[in-house]
């Protein structure tokens, strides 16, 4: 029986292209043999959660490329920084303020602290049927219902790169004297380019986690939370990192954040205006296309959508193919891998390392893929991707400890969930333990399984059941 490794070896020789994370994109950065460099914390390589000498001394020069007050080291991926930020700023059974289409592991950190969340439901975006931006008048709204709130959180940009307005949301949220976390993990490329929208850090939020090997030149798993003033408190964020990241941190991980800063340090400028052409030139011959549509800037303005990422190209089939069936034509026939599938749509996230030759191949794919659907009649199931706004029956913590019994998935309308339903990536629960299971929500679900899109959180691998609570 081939293991990982053997496996691993033979598809990187397959010749199948990366449109998808990490951002090295498995190009030779020259970085080495990891093994000989995989040490722990011996004499003269200090200490990441004592940090005084070479690791103090790396981070810092993090800091000075972000333009942050501080920096840390993610080893465990942005999750660590998420769970370590919302813990150091609310306390236990505190109330947060959050965006709805979160990542999970903000829930996860819901649950750790037994808090309690007010959502934040992002605008509709109803052309390509994406979630919009946080509007910041609904964020005041809601701070002003629930004063007692300890911290905002929102993600900025989303998978689909919509950026929302974070210079308002950052003063609203400091009027009400609390601090904005902004999870930045699909943004670490911003503000190194006009290209790309500003970076979260220069933009009035207090703490931005960011995953560098989501878009930059980084290995799986490396990240970092930036510190961009004095209105979280350093002591408890550096306590929660402590808790939340491992205590034995890869060397050849921190090795790799501190290569690409350097690298970032010197030459930019230079391989982000390369990379700002590729993605520029791709998208106007994309125009060609009779069926695709790619969106970019031009839904600035609306839908809570304060700036859009032109680095993530949503490959939207106009309800002639779903996300599924593109995902599955461009791995099959043109060995092409997308980063996530959509009910409407496909995702290929780029980074500055994807070359001209592999936006060629993936321009020649549309082509060909385009003329085949052209005369297909559109669907109306492949359109709309929103996060559905759900009645909370139970806390999410009281009810994911909750005293359960497993029904079919099939027939749960108006049961009370007890677990997590998400599809992944991106990892935005659809629903969370403790919401109410509505016709509608479970009609898009079975939607979505039918379209053989990817269901997690359930304790069944295969979405036939799921767990609701005993009433």
Not at 112 to 137: F, K, S, T
Not at 195 to 223: C, E, M, N, R
Request: net charge negative; hydrophobic share 40%.
């Amino acid at each position: 029986m081939r293991g990982l490794y053997e496996t691993l070896r033979e598809y990187a020789s397959l010749g199948v292209y990366p449109f998808h994370m990490p951002g090295h994109k498995r190009r030779d950065l020259e970085f080495g043999d990891p093994f000989s460099i995989d040490i722990t914390e011996i004499e003269g390589f200090d200490n990441l959660h004592h940090a005084e000498g070479i690791l103090k001394e790396a981070q810092e020069r993090a800091a000075a490329l972000a333009g942050s007050r501080e920096s840390w080291f993610l080893v465990n991926g942005s999750t660590a920084g998420i769970l370590s930020a919302v813990s150091a700023c609310v306390k236990p059974g505190g109330k947060i303020l959050m965006a709805r289409n979160c990542h999970k592991a903000v829930y996860h950190a819901v649950y750790l602290r037994q808090l309690e969340p007010v959502y934040l439901y992002p605008c509709q975006e109803p052309e390509y049927g994406l979630n919009g931006g946080i509007d910041p008048e609904e964020a005041h709204r809601l701070l002003r219902e629930h004063p007692e709130t300890q911290a905002v959180i929102v993600t900025s940009p989303t998978y689909d790169g919509v950026v929302s307005d974070i210079q308002k949301l950052a003063g609203i949220a400091h009027r009400f004297g609390i601090p904005l976390i902004v999870d930045e993990a699909h943004g670490a490329h911003f503000g190194f380019h006009g290209y790309f929208p500003a970076s979260a850090v220069g933009l009035g939020a207090d703490l931005v986690i960011q995953s560098w090997h989501k878009t930059l030149p980084s290995l799986t798993q490396t990240a970092m939370l930036h510190r961009c003033n004095d209105f979280a408190d350093r002591e408890r964020v550096s306590r929660f990192l402590g808790i939340y990241q491992t205590s034995s941190p890869s060397y050849v991980f921190m090795a790799a954040l501190d290569r690409c800063t350097e690298l970032l340090s010197k030459s930019a400028e230079e391989l982000f205006s390369s990379y700002a052409d590729l993605l520029e030139e791709f998208r106007q011959k994309a125009e060609q296309l009779s069926v695709f549509r790619i969106p970019g800037r031009e839904l600035r303005g609306e839908n809570g959508i304060f700036d859009y990422d032109r680095s993530k190209l949503v490959l939207h089939g106009g309800g002639r193919i779903c996300g599924r069936e593109l995902s599955e034509r461009l791995r099959k026939r043109y060995r092409i891998e997308l980063e996530m599938e959509a009910g409407g749509y496909g995702l290929a996230l780029t980074s500055l390392c994807d070359t001209k030759e592999g936006f060629e191949r993936l321009f020649r794919a549309l082509k060909e893929i385009d003329s085949e659907i052209a005369g297909r009649l559109a669907k109306p199931e492949f359109t709309a991707d929103f996060v559905t706004e759900n009645e909370t029956a139970c806390p999410l913590f009281r009810a994911w400890d909750g005293k359960k019994q497993r029904v079919r998935l099939a027939d749960s309308a108006g049961e009370v969930s007890g677990e997590f339903l998400y599809l992944y990536p991106p990892g935005i629960p659809l629903l969370t333990p403790g919401e109410v299971i509505s016709p509608s929500l479970l009609e898009k679900v079975l939607e979505y399984k039918a379209q053989g899109l990817s269901l997690q959180g359930l304790e069944d691998y295969g979405a036939e059941w799921i767990q609701v609570l005993i009433s």
